[in-house]
C-alpha cells in the first residue's frame, strides 16, 4: 500500500516512475491472485481492521491505486525475474500492469540515473 500511495504522489507531481515489484506483491500480481487481505510483517494482526475500515472508507487498495495512477502518469511496473523464476510465474501468468520482466540488475541500472529511489 505505501508503495502505490508513493507512487500516486509521484505521478501527481509530474515524475516518471519505474516499479520493481517481487516477493509478496509479485504473488499478489498473478492473474488469479483475487483480492490481497494480508499485509506485511509491520500489519500483521491488524488485516481484518484495516481492511474493513478502509472498505467503509473506501479506500481503493494497492493494486487499484497503482492501476489509477498508470491511468493518469507515466508508470511502468516490473516483475523480479528472480522470483518469478523461483516461484514459477511467467509473464503471461502476471496482470497486464506487470510491463516486463526483469532482473534486478536491470532495474538497478535503470535506477542509477533517476532523481529518487525509494525501497519499500
Known sequence: M???IIVSGAVANGMEVNVFVTFWALMEMRKNA???TKLGVEGKGMEKQLFSI???KKVPSW???LKQAME???V???GCAMFADLMGIGKDDLDPMIEEVIGVS???D???DSKMTLFI
Open 2 to 4: 505505501a508503495g502505490s
Open 34 to 36: 483475487g483480492e490481497n
Open 54 to 56: 478502509m472498505k467503509e
Open 63 to 65: 493494486k487499484d491505486t
Open 72 to 74: 493518469v502518469g507515466d
Open 76 to 78: 511502468h511496473v516490473y
Open 106 to 108: 536491470q532495474f538497478v
Open 110 to 112: 535503470m535506477a542509477k
